[in-house]
């Protein structure tokens, strides 16, 4: 294109378009409310990648650099930040059953027969909890066998890695609670033999049994308690500790590296 | 993936950096490159779980009831290994002792492996590959074989015990070791551990002195009821009252207790040796490779066989042939 040609006057049909174009995408990303929720445009420079990363609030859990090994798939493949992924799914799916459930023993198992069936999309939500649910438990296994055989819990990531027992007992416990909640044979009964399990522990057997499933039997005290545990205090505790997982990572000096 | 990583602004040979310029050099930047990886995968794993959703319900069974118990019932898959455990020994000992202690192991591992050779790639030490591997597959088979023996009359374990005599029934102190049968049936060898304490049976010589009334110990009538010293004392309250009126039943100890936790031992003992002999184990790290890749086997394996292998009355059993009995 010639430089000294008048501006703004376009020659072609290709010319017209693209003009057009800039406009919607300054009508689009230039307006007011746009700039008002987004401070900055697409970052395209290294210096604005990392200023995006540091100052977000979502991606401010990554450090702004990391070294090339961890990008790679085969180093992590991504084990954990698909558990955290499989929480976050977790969560929003658990949000929308909890619109139609009641945990009471007269109406949990209808609620969650009619979500199945009167509420658009309620199989599938809680179809989705489900499998995922499964593929959490799955992926912190295979996560804590990432990161042992990596040797990443070595100095000084050890408390880390005791964080992350903690939250492998969490995910445990969180879809053991879970489990109860539709109230129908197959709850009742493996949260029984979970029942008969905790009564087992020596001397404390019996006030275990008491204290976390409200009673000696699996009733309505033992709904209630799990559907608390399960709603909101287990997720509390886990995003307290994934909040600080995440936060030693980089405390540690990033993900471990060969000396 | 890794995307090459742009050239920095301002990367002047020679320039002043915090951190040495190879180290800065092998660096990516999160965004694109990580953000990216995150990214599809997130979105991989959402397309995975809608389709499966949609092609797989969720269960739902008739709603609960106290007085219908399905058999077998079962816990979900992640502590199903532990109903199994309970099928072999004390009930404390498979479902709170031996989980709790296997959880504290997994915590204390870096305070234990302290060294920091080999960190940060995939199975760093020299050998760690086939330490790996021999002991997944030996902690298949020990927990395979330990299941089976366990269930001798299904797999016909028995046979290699059916040597051991039965016992006479009408003999007061029977001197050989000998497996008690029921009336009627034939000669069984030993079926489960449990048989050591419910069917074995022997005497031997022992002074009335020490305890005895007819100048025999029979095992395992003589030994089930021994009291533990100050069980008959009134003091304590809250749970150590269980301690009145305690008495300890030896056999039963032994064929729950000793027997199936030494069994563990000693498997574990004997596969760190054999790799240590073999100049396979040289580190700490490989002993606890061998650990903790044996815990994390035989918690998948008992899981396995309490899913697939289990039908009603928690017998043994191929998975065809598992017919859930609803109640
Ligand atoms: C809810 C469960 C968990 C979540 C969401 C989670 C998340 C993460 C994420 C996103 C990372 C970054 C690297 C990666 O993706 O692999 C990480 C690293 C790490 N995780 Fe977890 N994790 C969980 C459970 C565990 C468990 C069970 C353990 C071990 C027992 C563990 C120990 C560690 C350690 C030591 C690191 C640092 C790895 C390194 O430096 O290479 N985490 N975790």
Redesign the interface.
């Given at each position: 294109m010639a430089l000294t040609e008048e501006p703004g006057k376009p020659r072609n049909f290709q010319e017209r378009i693209g003009i057009l174009q800039d406009r919607i995408y300054d009508k689009i990303f230039h307006n007011y409310i746009w700039q008002s929720i987004f401070r900055s445009g697409y970052?395209n420079?290294?210096?604005n990648?990392?200023l995006?990363?540091a100052t977000n609030v979502f991606?401010h859990l990554?450090?702004?650099?990391?070294?090339?090994?961890?990008?790679?798939?085969?180093?992590t493949y991504?084990l954990g930040?698909?558990t955290f992924?499989?929480f976050l799914?977790l969560t929003v799916t658990g949000v929308l059953l909890m619109f139609y459930y009641v945990p009471s023993?007269d109406r949990a198992?209808q609620d969650?027969?009619a979500l199945?069936t009167n509420v658009k999309f309620g199989?599938?939500m809680?179809?989705?909890?489900?499998?995922?649910a499964h593929?959490m438990?799955i992926l912190v296994?295979l996560h804590?066998?990432r990161v042992?055989?990596?040797?990443?819990?070595?100095?000084p990531?050890?408390f880390n890695?005791?964080v992350g027992?903690i939250l492998?007992?969490l995910t445990?416990v969180l879809?053991?609670t879970g489990?109860l909640l539709?109230?129908?044979?197959?709850?009742?009964?493996?949260v029984?033999?979970?029942h008969?399990?905790?009564g087992?522990?020596?001397?404390?057997?019996d006030?275990t049994q008491l204290i976390v499933f409200g009673g000696y039997?699996?009733?309505p005290n033992a709904l209630i308690r799990f559907y608390t545990l399960h709603v909101i205090a287990l997720p509390l505790l886990a995003a307290i500790f994934m909040a600080v997982h995440f936060w030693r990572i980089r405390r540690d000096g990033g993900?471990?590296?060969?000396? | 993936?890794?995307i090459e990583?742009?050239p920095?602004?301002g990367r002047a040979p020679g320039a002043a950096r915090p951190r040495p310029k190879r180290e800065r050099e092998?660096?990516?930047?999160?965004?694109?490159?990580?953000?990216f990886?995150?990214f599809i995968?997130?979105v991989l794993?959402?397309i995975t779980?809608?389709i499966?959703?949609?092609l797989?319900?969720?269960?739902?069974?008739?709603?609960?009831?106290?007085d219908?118990?399905?058999n077998p019932?079962?816990?979900?898959w992640?502590?199903l290994n532990?109903?199994e455990l309970?099928l072999h020994m004390d009930?404390?000992w498979?479902?709170?002792?031996l989980p709790t202690i296997a959880?504290g192991f997994?915590?204390a591992?870096?305070?234990l492996?302290?060294?920091?050779?080999?960190?940060?790639?995939?199975?760093?030490t020299k050998y760690?590959v086939r330490i790996?591997i021999i002991t997944a597959i030996y902690a298949i088979f020990i927990c395979g074989l330990l299941v089976a023996f366990d269930a001798g009359d299904r797999t016909k374990f028995e046979y290699a015990t059916r040597w051991i005599p039965s016992c006479d029934n009408s003999a007061q102190h029977v001197g050989v070791p000998c497996l008690r049968d029921e009336a009627g049936a034939k000669h069984l060898g030993i079926v489960t551990t449990k048989d050591f304490s419910k069917r074995l049976q022997f005497s031997i010589p022992w002074p009335d002195a020490l305890g005895t009334d007819d100048g025999h110990l029979d095992w395992p009538r003589d030994l089930d009821r021994i009291p533990v010293p100050f069980n008959n004392v009134d003091c304590c309250y809250g749970?150590l009252h269980?301690w009145k009126g305690m008495n300890l039943n030896i056999p039963d100890i032994m064929a729950n207790q000793v027997i199936p936790l030494s069994t563990i031992a000693f498997f574990t003992v004997l596969i760190i040796y054999v790799l240590f002999r073999l100049g396979w184990v040289r580190t700490r790290?490989d002993v606890f490779?061998t650990m903790?890749t044996g815990v994390?086997t035989a918690y998948l394996v008992l899981s396995l066989v309490g899913s697939f292998f289990r039908g009603q009355g928690q017998a043994l059993i191929w998975p065809w042939e598992i017919k859930v009995d609803?109640?």
């Open positions: 970052p420079t290294p210096r990648q990392m995006v990363v991606l990554h450090p702004t650099r990391l070294h090339r090994t961890h990008v790679k798939i085969t180093h991504c930040g698909l992924f499989m799914v023993v198992y969650i027969a199945e199989l599938l809680r179809n989705l909890h489900r499998w995922t593929a438990v296994f804590m066998m042992f055989y990596t040797g990443a819990y070595k100095p990531r050890e890695w005791v027992v492998l007992v445990l879809s053991f489990y539709p109230w129908d044979q197959l709850a009742l009964w493996a029984t033999v979970g008969g399990i905790a087992s522990a020596p001397y404390f057997g006030e039997e699996i009733g993900m471990a590296r060969p000396l | 993936m890794a990583a742009p920095a602004p092998e660096e990516v930047l999160v965004w694109p490159d990580l953000v990886v995150e995968s997130a794993f959402t779980f809608v499966l959703s949609v797989i319900n969720a269960p739902l069974l008739n709603r609960a009831n106290t219908v118990t399905p019932s079962k816990a979900p992640y502590f532990l109903q309970l009930k404390a498979a479902g709170v002792l959880l997994f915590a591992i870096p305070y492996d302290r060294s920091r050779e080999a960190q940060g790639i995939w199975f760093g760690s790996t749970s269980l790290r490779i903790f994390l609803p109640g």
